[in-house]
């Protein structure tokens, strides 16, 4: 496997490990990307299909595209397949730390329109670009295939029980049963869909649906249902007559709400409006690249999570299935820093030497951190020198395994592309070890991660209970969302003490309930989120600082609660801390991210050849879809404190907070 990422010399066995491209451009005159040779294929292909000979880019000499990095007009007469997506992501396509996003998702019924889909970005108009059928489905009959008119519901739980439909009483929202809050038991959810983060949106999303006619038909409807059945009667009727759909259940009446319109919902949150579907994710029967055309490049971008390498293991032998040839896949070595950088070559990569890359974590072709976003001018710069090199590689399609970053400036790669007609196709796998993407039910590495963190608790929980006065401290990861760290903590069973960044730490009421468990037990297990607690760790009014990436710089929560506990408050203790950050991120996988981030490569290369551009392929209520990539970036997943799982959480840990 060593020989698929090294630059080891030719051989004339069909089998030898192939050039690199940096040993080829040496031999020879100087050329982009000169394909190395193909033993198994003696056949040379047409001169038309290799890729077009350009010089050199330098980065210094390369000029911005625009002055303004998101709003630049595109040219007369060109199609911008971003502008339908303005109004699904006001906030652009970088998550703002001060804003935190959550969606208006009307319900899925039987009378929900099939034309009210979130539409995904495509350069199918692009003159050389034709559609063709898929070679993929002649080879293969009995794959089966999707169609762009399959749809994925957004929002599944449609009704609310009478009793709380309501709009007058700010219901607090269950939110879902895996964490990330599902679209929820009471109607006052609906403002939320799939993210459940609807905290103190609640209030105002009630106040307005009171605004709206039909809600307030709605509301009245529920409140007869409650006072008589008479009356229950005609504000059935007056509520059909209003537009909605009241459901006779076995146990009562079932009220659908309508979907809000986007409002300001108070402190930080955005109320943003959806569609109530998505596209399907799979094999389409029409592609618009010829294989044998296609020059495709695979990078990783950010903090290396498990499953990594199975996606790119499953991009490479899914190019292989539709039939790119095997000098055509390139593997850019560690990020989009391989594009710009001279020291680092890119890699031919062979569906041949992908059979166990999967057994391995980290990331064979090398990670790092996207662009920095503090420096605008220099993000222009960067990004445009990436931009160039896929003009003179001749790449035509660019799959994408990033985080947050790395999915944002794909987006704006996808669109760059799209603005000057080049014919190149953008597809992300968001990868999250956080789980913080918005929508998506979860992100490769997340159930590893969650299995390798609950080893850490159950050895914490060891050391404590053999010490005495012992207390184990877990710090995991979690920069502004919980899941992992409330995950691994419902998984072991043995944790105490959970903080999340989600719910602000009260030392008073943390330190009484840690002397109660010390007298008690003799013992206790903290699990804590690298992002939980930094309201501790400012100054009222302090600015808070930002890294290279546009995150903020988190201090350590870790030492705060050691100091904290070895103050003298508890007593006598015996402290044992546990930090497994890079235990957890550099496991290999486990067997459900084995088969999602398999399953997710496919469809990031089935996604490419449909011609779709600037989306990402992830799950969402159980089923695999197309999003367009600035919708699931504008900002981030957090747990909800009130809802159903947090209060799973206390209810295991017995915490009071």
């Known amino acids: 496997m060593r020989g698929a990422f090294s630059s080891a010399q030719r051989a004339p066995a069909p089998r030898a490990p192939l050039p690199s491209i940096g040993r080829r451009r040496a031999a020879r005159a100087p050329r982009p990307l000169p394909p190395p040779p193909r033993a198994a294929q003696p056949q040379q292909q047409p001169k038309q299909h290799q890729p077009q000979q350009h010089r050199e880019p330098q980065i210094m000499q390369i000029e911005s595209i625009s002055e303004d990095d998101e709003s630049a007009a595109p040219p007369p007469g060109v199609r911008d397949p971003f502008a339908h997506i303005v109004p699904y992501a006001p906030y652009g396509i970088r998550r703002d730390p001060n804003k935190l996003v959550v969606f208006a998702i009307p319900p899925a019924s039987l009378h929900s329109p099939l034309d009210d889909v979130l539409r995904c970005p495509d350069i199918r108009h692009l003159p050389r670009l034709a559609p063709r059928p898929n070679p993929l489905l002649l080879r293969h009959k009995d794959l089966g295939c999707v169609f762009d008119g399959d749809r994925v519901a957004l929002n599944v739980v449609s009704y609310a029980a009478a009793a709380h439909a309501g709009a007058g009483a700010p219901q607090q929202p269950g939110g879902g049963d895996d964490g990330g809050g599902g679209a929820g038991s009471f109607a006052a959810e609906a403002v939320a869909g799939p993210e459940g983060e609807v905290e103190d949106a609640v209030a105002a999303a009630a106040a307005a649906a009171r605004a709206v006619p039909v809600a307030a038909a709605a509301a009245a409807a529920a409140a007869a249902v409650r006072a008589a059945p008479a009356a229950a009667a005609a504000a059935t009727e007056a509520a059909e007559e209003a537009g909605q759909h009241v459901l ?3 146990h009562g009446h079932y009220v659908e709400l309508p979907p809000l319109p986007c409002q300001q919902a108070g402190g930080c949150r955005v109320v943003v409006p959806l569609p109530t579907f998505a596209m399907r994710a799979g094999v389409r029967d029409t592609v618009y690249f010829a294989p044998e055309k296609v020059t495709a490049a695979i990078v990783t971008t950010g903090g290396i999570v498990p499953g990594m ?16 040839p095997e000098g055509q896949i390139l593997g850019i070595r560690y990020g989009f820093e391989g594009f710009y950088s001279r020291s680092h070559t890119p890699q031919h990569l062979s569906p041949r030497c992908m059979d166990t890359l999967h057994l391995s974590g980290g990331s064979c ?8 976003r503090a420096d605008e001018a220099s993000l222009r710069l960067r990004r445009d020198a990436v931009a160039q090199r896929l003009r003179d590689w001749g790449i035509n399609v660019l799959l994408v395994v990033g985080g947050e970053g790395g999915t944002a400036l794909s987006a704006d790669l996808a669109r760059w592309c799209a603005l000057e007609e080049l014919d190149c196709a953008v597809v992300c796998v968001p990868k999250s070890i956080d789980n913080d993407f918005l929508l998506l039910d979860r992100s490769i590495g997340f159930d590893t991660a969650v299995e390798q963190a609950q080893r850490a608790l159950i050895a914490a929980k060891t050391e404590a209970s053999s010490a005495l006065r012992g207390i184990g401290l877990v710090k995991l990861f979690g920069r ?18 959970c903080l999340i960044p989600e719910v602000k730490i009260d030392v008073d009421l943390l330190l009484s309930h840690m002397r109660r468990l010390l007298e008690e037990k003799g013992h206790a297990v903290v699990c804590v989120a690298e992002g939980a607690g930094q309201d501790l760790l400012y100054k009222p009014g302090e ?46 996988s486990g067997a459900s991210d084995h088969v999602l981030a398999k399953t997710l490569g496919h469809h990031a290369v089935d996604a490419a050849f449909a011609g779709f551009t600037g989306v990402v392929c992830g799950v969402v209520n159980g089923h695999h879809c197309l999003l367009p990539a600035p919708v699931v970036t504008q900002s981030y997943k957090t747990v909800h404190p009130g809802g159903r799982a947090y209060n799973r959480l206390r209810t295991t840990t017995g915490q009071p907070f």
């Open 309 to 324: 390498n199975d996606v790119v293991s499953a991009m490479v032998q899914r190019l292989g299935m539709y039939g790119v």
């Open 480 to 497: 502004r969302s919980g899941f992992l760290t409330m995950q691994a903590a419902l998984a072991s069973g043995v944790v105490d003490v």
């Open 543 to 588: 600015p808070r600082p930002m890294d290279e990436a546009g995150n903020p710089v988190l201090r350590d929560i870790g030492a705060r609660l050691r100091s904290l506990f070895k103050s003298g408050a508890l007593g006598e203790v015996d402290l044992k801390v546990i930090e497994p950050k890079h235990l957890v991120e550099a496991t290999p």
């Open 365 to 372: 072709l090398g990670s790092s951190s996207p662009l920095p």
């Open 248 to 250: 006779r259940a076995r």
